[in-house]
């Protein structure tokens, strides 16, 4: 792969440019009215486009790019990527999509949302013969983090490193402003450190986060984490969202923009709905009401179940979302009518899929249906 060139696109997803896109799909019966909804200050697709799977190749590179383009023209703007999936390629082809739809009038910059992600420890294009090394010459040799900031010599947090990642990400997409920023996977940290060092090492991510979104290089940012919101709260790795806005609220007061969370939701993995492990103001609720009480926009992740959805749970979609056409875009269905979901990610690759899981947008989310189902995957 050639690394992108050319200068970056200006602008950031708006108000007025999200709301363009979904009249503009609406219109054109491409999507159901309430396949849009309004978070963040912006007009936000119910399904969103994600970018973590796939060989190193350039032949997955280019079903990105072909894929991107589908996706936006059949009226979804939320795409999210991260530098470690696919060693930093997928924010390279995803870039490549973007200028080239925005290029030749398809879309605008302001009308789509581009989600990225700093954590884990990304390699650059291809996997390194020696890993450690190149570890210590990226980081440790140049002053980005000290051998004990990398949790199990995957992971970091430190400002320096954030601040790194943020312009690896706006580099790779040929952008100069990213809409959302999560921290990834921050409860990996939790296997290294106590939680009186977690906390402090978020509150500096936060604090540099908040100084990314000071030079607007972000728009806002938030959690995007696999584990630590949907575990019990005596489990290692748990998370307590409210005591990370708590901490955001420390470093940067009540206007802190911490504004998002993102994880997994789907049938195999309903906790978000059906766990109550979240404290907020003397009660027990769920992640997904937490966030509804606390003001958080949620992305869910793995809506198709990253291929572990069994036979049963096929059955139930099936039974409780009939009309679509197979069990991905059902579980799409699921998911994204949560009635605290914003967006619901999926990244089929193969373009028959793909028209096949986005048919959820031209019909209406079914809430009812989708409580219902989330306690019945939930025994």
């Given at each position: 792969m050639t690394l992108a060139g050319g200068a970056a696109l200006v602008g950031r997803a708006t108000?007025?440019?999200?709301?363009?896109?979904a009249a503009r799909q609406c219109d054109r019966r491409a999507a159901h009215p309430a396949h849009y909804r309004q978070a963040l200050g912006l007009t936000v697709s119910s399904v969103g486009y994600g970018t973590s799977a796939g060989a190193l190749s350039d032949e997955v590179d280019a079903a990105y790019r072909a894929a991107v383009g589908q996706v936006v023209e059949a009226g979804c703007n939320l795409l999210d990527t991260a530098p470690s999936y696919r060693a930093?390629?997928?924010e390279i082809a995803l870039g490549r999509a973007i200028a080239a739809l925005v290029g030749s009038g398809a879309c605008s910059r302001d009308e789509l949302i581009?989600?990225?992600?700093?954590?884990?420890?990304?390699?650059?294009?291809?996997?390194?013969?020696?890993?450690?090394?190149?570890?210590?010459?990226?980081?440790?040799?140049?002053?980005?983090?000290?051998?004990?900031?990398?949790?199990?010599?995957?992971?970091?947090?430190?400002?320096?490193?954030?601040?790194?990642?943020?312009?690896?990400?706006?580099?790779?997409?040929?952008?100069?402003?990213?809409?959302?920023?999560?921290?990834?996977?921050?409860?990996?940290?939790?296997?290294?450190?106590?939680?009186?060092?977690?906390?402090?090492?978020?509150?500096?991510?936060f604090a540099a986060l908040e100084e990314e979104t000071a030079a607007g290089r972000i728009g806002c940012y938030g959690l995007a984490t696999w584990e630590g919101l949907r575990r019990a709260p005596v489990s290692p790795d748990y998370l307590s969202l409210e005591v990370m806005l708590q901490l955001a609220a420390e470093v940067a007061g009540p206007d802190h923009h911490l504004r998002a969370i993102q994880l997994p939701i789907n049938p195999a993995m309903p906790e978000?709905?059906?766990?109550?492990?979240?404290?907020?103001?003397?009660?027990i609720l769920s992640a997904l009401n937490a966030a509804r009480d606390l003001g958080v926009t949620v992305i869910g992740s793995a809506a198709l179940g990253q291929a572990a959805l069994s036979d049963r749970h096929a059955a139930t979609l099936a039974e409780m979302f009939p009309g679509l056409a197979g069990a991905a875009p059902a579980a799409l269905q699921f998911a994204r009518?949560?009635?605290?979901?914003?967006?619901?990610?999926?990244?089929?690759?193969?373009?028959?899929?793909?028209?096949?899981?986005?048919?959820?947008?031209?019909?209406?989310?079914?809430?009812?249906?989708?409580?219902?189902?989330?306690?019945?995957?939930?025994?």
């Open positions: 108000a007025t440019g999200t709301a363009r896109y930093q390629r997928s581009v989600m990225s992600k700093g954590g884990f420890i990304p390699h650059r294009l291809q996997r390194p013969a020696d890993p450690a090394r190149y570890v210590y010459d990226t980081l440790v040799r140049g002053g980005i983090a000290e051998p004990e900031d990398l949790a199990g010599g995957i992971h970091c947090l430190t400002p320096g490193f954030l601040a790194q990642q943020v312009n690896w990400s706006l580099r790779n997409l040929g952008l100069r402003t990213l809409d959302v920023y999560f921290l990834q996977n921050p409860e990996i940290q939790l296997a290294f450190v106590d939680r009186a060092t977690f906390r402090k090492r978020m509150q500096l991510a978000a709905q059906t766990l109550r492990n979240q404290p907020v103001q003397n009660r009518s949560l009635p605290q979901v914003t967006s619901a990610l999926f990244g089929s690759l193969d373009p028959a899929h793909i028209w096949q899981d986005l048919a959820v947008a031209a019909v209406a989310p079914d809430p009812e249906r989708a409580l219902r189902a989330a306690q019945t995957f939930a025994r």
